[in-house]
């Protein structure tokens, strides 16, 4: 018999842990799946530890849970539709098959007539001159499958570079993307319910280094009533022609007040972090209502607020706890260069105050590039 309390989530990172810090006062429990035996849920749920594609172990996740979600998109289809031959999957197994291939996303948009940065597919090396000859240069190669924190990506700046991007993407089939004159990198985070109500995160302006993102500024700074419709506009669409339930990231290159879909990401997002301090109620929370059946959340922002992800290294907690208004997760990872180990939210009346409590973290390990 399945326990209407138990959710079980394929995926342990720091994104399963954050669901579960947020399900527990909730009177909800959790049971993950993740190859690691040290994955970061595991310090607030049941952790299983096997392969996501190992079926038998999937079945042993899903057992007796009430409902099932993932806090990764890289989640294997046919572990997803294993899930749903017995159990509640939400999102559903579509949202990964499209999300987990950057052509099926674009021609998504397309069919919903949102709009991206142009682009041709890429199948092999031959398709890749034919490709340059639309697209132009400057460009970006990008693997249609897999590649995160800016990884599975080269840049083309001539044509004396194709080689050398198509030997960089690994020779995987591809997607080239023109390069677009972005003012800034926005992301919408939407969420819809199993009765299709659907709310949206004030937008977000992020900062990336190294492909990796380092800070996010919520609301985004200057955000007009206008900008966000725009986006929250693209965020309906989407989940309403998925049937999407859950939380949804939809990152947003903005060319002077046009939107363009950058990517998708079918769960919690890192630039959603500061709606645990920063929102009515976050999208840990959010998330689980929707999966569940319950009434969604406000998503108002309650403060101007940051969220700085601490990279390779955690701060010192009394120094980085020094600033005011300051909250400081750590995910229980070991430190490594280039890792996520935690974040820093910082919550303020003001921009200058903001401003003024960023630049006091400044310097701390992990927190070297928080100045946008």
Not at 107 to 134: Q, S
Not at 204 to 229: K, Y
């Amino acid at each position: 018999m399945s326990d209407p309390r138990l959710v079980a989530v394929l995926g342990g990172g720091q994104l399963g842990r954050m669901l579960a810090l947020a399900g527990i006062p909730l009177g909800l429990r959790f049971r993950f799946l993740d190859p690691s035996p040290v994955a970061a849920a595991g310090a607030a749920g049941e952790l299983l530890t096997a392969e996501l594609g190992d079926l038998e172990a999937v079945d042993a996740l899903i057992a007796d849970a009430g409902v099932v979600t993932y806090e990764w998109e890289g989640v294997p289809v046919e572990s997803a539709r294993r899930v749903e031959a017995t159990h509640t999957l939400l999102p559903a197994s579509t949202a990964l098959e499209i999300t987990q291939d950057r052509a099926f996303e674009k021609e998504l948009c397309h069919r919903l007539g949102i709009g991206t940065p142009r682009f041709a597919v890429v199948d092999d090396r031959a398709a890749l001159d034919a490709a340059v000859e639309t697209i132009g240069v400057p460009a970006i190669l990008k693997s249609r499958r897999g590649g995160y924190d800016g990884k599975g990506q080269a840049v083309l700046v001539s044509h004396d570079d194709l080689d050398r991007v198509w030997a960089d993407v690994g020779g995987v089939p591809a997607v080239l993307e023109a390069v677009v004159p972005f003012t800034r990198e926005l992301s919408v985070l939407a969420v819809r319910g199993r009765d299709g109500a659907t709310a949206s995160w004030p937008l977000v302006e992020n900062h990336h280094r190294g492909g990796i993102l380092r800070t996010s500024l919520a609301p985004a700074p200057g955000l007009t009533p206008e900008l966000q419709d725009r986006a929250d506009s693209i965020a309906t669409r989407i989940l309403d022609a998925l049937d999407y339930v859950g939380v949804l990231a939809v990152e947003l290159f903005d060319v002077e007040g046009e939107l363009l879909v950058n990517e998708l990401a079918p769960r919690v997002h890192n630039s959603g972090h500061w709606t645990i301090e920063g929102a009515e109620t976050s999208q840990f929370e959010n998330h689980l209502r929707a999966i569940l059946g319950w009434p969604l959340g406000s998503t108002d922002a309650v403060a101007l607020c940051a969220m700085v992800n601490c990279i390779g290294a955690l701060p010192d907690h009394v120094s980085a706890l020094a600033v005011p208004n300051t909250h400081l997760h750590s995910y229980g990872k070991e430190p490594r260069p280039g890792r996520k180990v935690g974040h820093l939210t910082v919550t303020a009346t003001s921009p200058d105050e903001l401003d003024t409590h960023l630049t006091r973290l400044q310097g701390l390990p992990g927190t070297v590039d928080t100045a946008p």
